[in-house]
């Protein structure tokens, strides 16, 4: 997978925004101003939100991921050589996560994810 597959797939999210916050070359997905998705400018691999650090530490032990550095242990860093199904899961269920902890307002006013 590469930066412009994650992008391509976060762009599919209702309500998602891509930015640059640190500058440098990063790619910050967010939904409702809250972040789900980062690729650093060293580009290598994508850091996604998990729905605890249990999980986080789960996968990271079944080799799926490695720490996010500069993030909660709840997030985790997929290297490029995940499968598209299983970044296209992770994005989605980071997404998710996100979005469902966004005010109901918010969440009123975004499309339904389709998937």
Known sequence: MSREAVNAICATFPGAEVSDPWGGGHDAWKVGGKMFACIGAMNDGVS?????????????????????????????????????????????????????????????????REG
């Not at 550095?69 to 996560?97: G, N, Q």
């Open 48 to 112: 996604v939100k998990t729905p605890d650090i249990e999980t986080a530490t789960m996968l990271i032990d079944a080799g799926v991921g490695e720490r996010a550095p500069y993030f909660h242990r709840s997030w985790i860093k997929l290297p490029w050589t995940t499968t598209e199904d299983e970044l296209r899961h992770r994005l989605a269920v980071s997404y998710d996560i996100v979005r469902n902890g966004l005010t109901k307002k918010v969440q009123a006013s975004l499309a339904p």
